[in-house]
């Protein structure tokens, strides 16, 4: 399967997709883990795609997004952003707000 098929099917599957570096129980960079912390304080039912494990997702999603860092939120098949967008959203209420929104909290 090509690798834009694999992401977009993915992200399909899974109403929040957390394409992160490790896993939500293990995860290998701080920006990974401070994301996948936020999607925990508010209970959402995430999956944790590790990038590590395979270096043409780890590069796919860069490019399907257009997007050049990781981690990358998405929800009901829209991209919310990094690490620094999720995280101002939920200091200022509005993450919650679109889980709610799109309910998946």
């Known amino acids: 399967?090509?690798?834009?098929?694999?992401?977009?099917k993915l992200i399909d599957d899974?109403?929040?997709?957390?394409?992160?570096?490790?896993?939500p129980e293990a995860p290998q960079c701080?920006?990974?883990?401070?994301v996948s912390n936020v999607l925990k304080h508010l209970n959402v039912?995430?999956?944790?795609?590790n990038v590590l494990e395979d270096e043409?997702?780890?590069?796919?999603?860069?490019?399907f997004s257009d997007w050049p860092t990781i981690p990358q939120l998405y929800v009901k098949q829209e991209f919310i952003g990094g690490c620094d967008i999720v995280k101002e959203m939920f200091?200022?209420?509005?993450l919650k707000k679109l889980l709610e929104d799109k309910k998946v909290i």
């Not at 997709?17 to 490790?22: A, E, H, Q, R, V």
């Open 1 to 8: 399967m090509e690798i834009k098929e694999k992401i977009k």
């Open 45 to 49: 039912n995430f999956k944790g795609i």
């Open 56 to 63: 043409n997702l780890r590069q796919g999603i860069k490019d």
């Open 30 to 34: 701080g920006f990974s883990m401070a």
């Open 91 to 94: 200091e200022k209420g509005e």
């Open 14 to 23: 899974n109403q929040v997709c957390l394409f992160m570096k490790g896993t």
